[in-house]
């Protein structure tokens, strides 16, 4: 039998595991003290509610689940091979909080601020960045509108990774409804705005050329096209710059808020820029869609926006929602690499027992847990090589219980 995990999933050692505890909590608490309120849901979803999701490219990575028993024979039988699954892994939280929305609506607050901390799966090809298992830190709210949310979800997120020590990012934002328009004003149809969005969210890697010849491939205009082009060296740097290319819209004046609201709160901590080239590449977003930039790491480290039609899949009626989420894995990864230290963490002590002190050590142990970590040992026969041994996992303190249980600080010997 193999001891390795499986490719694209990860075992973590006690002190891998610590780091990762520590920094979901902290997220955790963060979100917490904004007011939202977490839940969970299953990671198996109905096969249908997934294919049914607009998650873009993510519904060619479903982990689908076959039928059982008699169903499967019969599909087999029948060499029914598109009906083999109904069942599949979620490939992130947003699918299952529309459908947990749908499902509870009826006992959830007007507007439902909540938290979702969970793993979710993708059958990716496993490569460095790229796991098939890894966690996601969602907060969403349902019920509203108002870009009041976006600003908080903006800020709350921002808040959090501040409080794990992350400071040197910034938010890139950008709305749908005005890069649709910018779209429309070039020359491309109604019917072809999802389809040269997706091809426009990967400027960053094919670019301008790249872009053209995707565009090209599916028959759009030449002239929609060049237009096209020409905005994607001459990328705006302004909101009020687009102005000029699709006229005074709603929508241009909502993120010009939102923006100058963010940088408000923000107050210099992290930064907030327009970047019409920002799409997302689910193709569930409505409106604002946003992602957070590591300036340190060149890379993003979260991303989110404004799903308003997804709950209406289930309840035929629209409900406004958005959301925001953390890539847990990547800033683990970063932090782990720089060897991150938890702050406010209690030493860890060891205590040896004799053979006929366990229950006595016990109680002392408790005495002592508001201070320390504590783990309790049976006296070894080497007990300098089981020192050190304590110390290459982290140990500072330990006591022999037998000897008077005087607490002495842990050295290498």
Do not use: H
């Amino acid at each position: 039998m193999k001891t390795t995990p499986v490719k694209g999933t990860n075992d973590y050692l006690p002190a891998q595991a610590e780091l990762r505890d520590y920094l979901q909590s902290k997220i955790l608490q963060t979100y917490k003290e904004q007011g939202f309120t977490r839940i969970y849901t299953p990671i198996i979803e109905d096969a249908e509610n997934l294919d049914k999701s607009d998650g873009g490219d993510n519904l060619n990575l479903i982990f689908k689940i076959l039928k059982r028993g008699d169903k499967l024979t019969s599909c087999l039988e029948n060499k029914d091979y598109n009906n083999l699954a109904d069942l599949g892994l979620r490939y992130d939280l947003t699918l299952p909080l529309t459908r947990f929305y749908s499902n509870n609506k009826a006992v959830l607050p007007q507007v439902f601020k909540c938290i979702q901390i969970d793993k979710v799966y993708r059958a990716e090809r496993p490569q460095k960045g790229r796991d098939r298992e890894f966690v996601q830190c969602d907060i969403d709210i349902l019920g509203s509108s108002n870009p009041n949310c976006e600003i908080e979800l903006i800020d709350t997120t921002a808040t959090a990774l501040l409080n794990i020590g992350l400071s040197k990012f910034k938010i890139r934002i950008n709305d749908r409804r005005i890069l649709k328009q910018v779209l429309l004003s070039f020359g491309f149809l109604p019917e072809q705005l999802d389809s040269a969005c997706i091809t426009f969210d990967k400027m960053d890697k094919i670019g301008s050329q790249g872009i053209k010849q995707e565009l090209t491939d599916k028959g759009f205009n030449s002239s929609a096209i060049d237009k096209l082009c020409v905005l994607v060296e001459n990328l705006p740097k302004t909101v009020d710059e687009l102005v000029s290319i699709c006229g005074q819209m709603p929508e241009i004046d909502q993120i010009k808020y939102i923006i100058e609201s963010v940088k408000t709160l923000a107050d210099n901590k992290y930064g907030i820029e327009f970047d019409i080239s920002l799409v997302r590449g689910q193709g569930y977003y409505t409106g604002a869609v946003f992602e957070i930039q590591s300036e340190e790491f060149s890379c993003s480290i979260g991303g989110g926006g404004r799903y308003d039609n997804l709950v209406g899949k289930f309840t035929g009626s629209p409900v406004p929602a958005v959301g925001f989420s953390i890539g847990f894995e990547r800033i683990y990864s970063i932090l782990n690499a720089k060897n991150y230290v938890c702050e406010d963490k209690k030493n860890k002590i060891a205590i040896f027992y004799g053979k006929d002190s366990f229950v006595k050590a016990m109680q002392f142990s408790k005495t002592i847990k508001n201070t320390y970590d504590v783990t309790l040992f049976e006296m070894p026969n080497k007990f300098g090589k089981f020192l050190n041994k304590l110390v290459e996992q982290g140990f500072k303190n330990y006591c022999v219980y037998d000897e008077g249980a005087e607490i002495k600080e842990l050295k290498a010997f």
